[in-house]
């Protein structure tokens, strides 16, 4: 079965310090790898996906076969980062009909 | 924008009661899913439905569970036979598949129904 491990809980740093949230797969096949942000009382939304290689409000991800990693950064955090950021990781088999595997999420708090 | 829609946003119902929840996808979407995310845990993955049929269930989903595309916008998830450890926020998403090309497209979440088992 696939695994998703976030091992932070919770994050707290200052704003402009960097941002690094831990994200750590089980292999399987060709993963695909997202990460997903819920800010307060909003809904879960795409943050970026390892495959399209882009970086969305100042954050990257690269993905680490060696270690199995997907660590989300930012070199500069912003007060508007916080939030709950989910690693998940999509099924391999194709076509997109495979659930999405969720970490269990890390809370993000940016101090001023 | 197109977003996912689902009601009621909560849900308070008896143990043992029935309970439909009520989702509408983004409308070309061809990919259907439920998640559920009981407190303080993580949001875990349920049902794929395509084609008007399940395409992939996790063991969370028995008997106690089904689900329906009743007309060409809603999607439903129905908990026959409720008990308390279903207590759990429930969230909807949809996606627009690419069948075939092994690449996963993003799934758009709804807001999520909050059901309570009391």
């Known amino acids: 079965a696939q695994r998703v491990t976030q091992p932070e809980k919770l994050l707290s740093v200052f704003k402009g310090a960097p941002v690094e949230l831990k994200c750590n797969y089980s292999y399987s096949g060709s993963p695909e790898l997202f990460w997903y942000v819920q800010y307060s009382r909003q809904r879960l939304q795409l943050l970026l996906r390892?495959?399209s290689r882009e970086s969305i409000k100042g954050f990257t991800a690269d993905l680490n076969k060696g270690e199995t990693s997907f660590h989300l950064k930012k070199p500069f955090a912003q007060e508007e980062d916080s939030a709950m950021y989910y690693c998940?990781?999509?099924?391999?088999?194709?076509?997109?009909?495979?659930?999405?595997?969720f970490g269990k999420g890390t809370h993000l708090i940016i101090q001023p | 924008e197109p977003e996912v829609t689902q009601t009621p946003s909560h849900q308070v119902t008896q143990m043992g009661q029935e309970v439909i929840l009520r989702c509408v996808p983004i409308?070309?979407?061809?990919?259907f899913y439920w998640y559920r995310q009981i407190l303080g845990q993580k949001v875990e993955f349920l049902v794929s439905?395509?084609?008007?049929?399940?395409?992939?269930k996790s063991e969370i989903f028995d008997d106690q569970f089904s689900v329906e595309r009743p007309d060409g916008s809603n999607f439903t998830l129905k908990i026959r036979s409720t008990k308390l450890e279903d207590s759990a926020m429930y969230f909807c998403a949809s996606s627009e598949a690419t069948p075939g090309t092994g690449l996963y497209t993003e799934a758009f979440f709804g807001q999520g129904t909050r059901l309570t088992v009391v």
């Open positions: 439905f395509y084609n008007n049929e399940i395409s992939e």
């Open positions: 998940a990781q999509g099924g391999s088999s194709g076509g997109g009909a495979d659930g999405l595997t």
């Open positions: 390892h495959i």
């Open positions: 409308s070309n979407h061809l990919y």
